[in-house]
């Protein structure tokens, strides 16, 4: 049970965070800029374009930058959040394809195992 626990999370922490087009606070915006991260102003409106995990239970979440977890956004700094179609949510890569045999193996051997008992 451990190593599917295992195989799912590493799944879940390898996939491809989404490109997301962030509306932050004016806070929010000068901590953006602080850590490097390019914004751009229209009308007194600050927007980030980011790979950004979503935390489970509010509107915040991770800025990442080339696949590692950068910085934190709190949700209170947060106005709106708008995915951008840029292929993130294209099938698996090579690497969960893997993990994911990795997972089902098992499974796989269990039930032959299981069905050469039951035969024998």
């Known amino acids: 049970m451990i190593w599917v626990e295992g195989l799912i999370d590493y799944i879940d922490q390898t996939k491809t965070s989404p490109l997301v087009q962030l509306t932050l606070i004016q806070p929010g915006c000068e901590f953006v800029k602080r850590i490097g991260i390019d914004t751009a102003m229209s009308d007194g409106i600050c927007t980030i374009t980011v790979r950004y995990k979503k935390n489970v239970d509010d509107d915040g979440g991770t800025i990442e930058m080339n696949g590692i977890p950068h910085s934190s956004i709190n949700n209170t700094q947060v106005i709106g959040r708008h995915q951008l179609d840029d292929g993130s949510d294209a099938p698996w890569s090579e690497e969960h394809k893997r993990a994911f045999e990795w997972l089902l ?14 035969a024998g």
């Open 105 to 118: 193996a098992p499974v796989f051997v269990h039930d032959f195992h299981l069905g050469c008992v039951v």
